[in-house]
T-cell receptor
Framework: GAVVSQHPSWVICKSGTSVKIECRSL??????MFWYRQFPKQSLMLMAT?????????EQGVEKDKFLINHASLTLSTLTVTSAHPEDSSFYIC??????????FGPGTRLLVL | GESVGLHLPTLSVQEGDNSIINCAYS??????FIWYKQESGKGPQFIID?????DKRQGQRVTVLLNKTVKHLSLQIAATQPGDSAVYFC???????????FGKGTRLSVIA
C-alpha cells in the first residue's frame, strides 16, 4: 500500500497564527488526497479533497479561507490553518487513495492552539 | 455525510478469545468497505477490505463479513491479543477516488 508521511507530527501555536501541515505520498503519485479532522473520542470527519493542479473541494461547513489547501505536486499536499483559534485544536490526518481503491492514512498531526 | 460518535462503544475481551466488532453503514450505494485500526495518537491503519460483490473475506486472524440486505459489516478477530487493543473504524465509499465515510468506531480492550 501507499506510504504516507505528515509533517509536523505535532505543533503548538499561539492563537491568531498560521500553521502549515504537509502530507506526502512517498511511493505513490496521488492526483487526489483527502484531509480529515478528528476530535478526541470521535470519528474522522472529512474536511476537503485536495486535487493536484486544481482547487480543493471543501465539505459543507469547512471554511475554505481558513483551511487553505495546496496540492502543488503529485506527492505533496499542504493544509494551512490560518488565524488559528483554540477550537481548531485537533488531530489532522491526510489520506491517499491507492489505485482508486484502498486509502492509506498518514500518521496525523496534532495541533494545539493556545 | 460523516457520522460522529461522542461516546465510543467499548468491547472488552479476554486475551485469546475471538472478537466481533459490528458496524452499520449508511449508504446502500456504497460498494467498497474497509476496516481500520487506530491506536492512540496515530493515523488509521488498514486491516482488511471487501467489495460489495462478496459477503466474506479472510485475512490473517481477521475476517470481514458483509450483509448488504441489512447494511451491516462485521470484523472478526481470532485469538485476540493485547496488541489488538485500539479503536476500530469501518469505512465505506463508492469505488474510485471518493472520500471515505467513517463509522463511529469501537474501542477494543483486551484483558490479559
Amino acid at each position: 500500500g501507499a506510504v504516507v508521511s505528515q509533517h509536523p507530527s505535532w505543533v503548538i501555536c499561539k492563537s491568531g497564527t498560521s500553521v502549515k501541515i504537509e502530507c506526502r505520498s512517498l511511493d505513490f503519485q496521488a492526483t487526489t488526497m483527502f484531509w480529515y479532522r478528528q476530535f478526541p473520542k470521535q470519528s474522522l470527519m472529512l474536511m476537503a479533497t485536495s486535487n493536484e493542479g486544481s482547487k480543493a473541494t471543501y465539505e459543507q461547513g469547512v471554511e475554505k479561507d481558513k483551511f487553505l489547501i495546496n496540492h502543488a505536486s503529485l506527492t505533496l499536499s499542504t493544509l494551512t490553518v490560518t488565524s488559528a483559534h483554540p477550537e481548531d485544536s485537533s488531530f489532522y490526518i491526510c489520506s491517499v487513495p491507492s489505485l482508486g481503491e484502498t486509502q492509506y492514512f498518514g500518521p496525523g498531526t496534532r495541533l494545539l492552539v493556545l | 455525510g460523516e457520522s460522529v460518535g461522542l461516546h465510543l462503544p467499548t468491547l472488552s475481551v479476554q486475551e485469546g478469545d475471538n472478537s466481533i466488532i459490528n458496524c452499520a453503514y449508511s449508504n446502500s450505494a456504497s460498494d467498497y468497505f474497509i476496516w481500520y485500526k487506530q491506536e492512540s495518537g496515530k493515523g488509521p491503519q488498514f486491516i482488511i477490505d471487501i467489495r460489495s460483490n462478496m459477503d466474506k473475506r479472510q485475512g490473517q486472524r481477521v475476517t470481514v463479513l458483509l450483509n448488504k440486505t441489512v447494511k451491516h459489516l462485521s470484523l472478526q478477530i481470532a485469538a485476540t491479543q493485547p496488541g489488538d487493543s485500539a479503536v476500530y473504524f469501518c469505512a465505506e465509499n463508492i469505488l474510485g477516488n471518493t472520500p471515505l465515510v467513517f463509522g463511529k468506531g469501537t474501542r477494543l480492550s483486551v484483558i490479559a
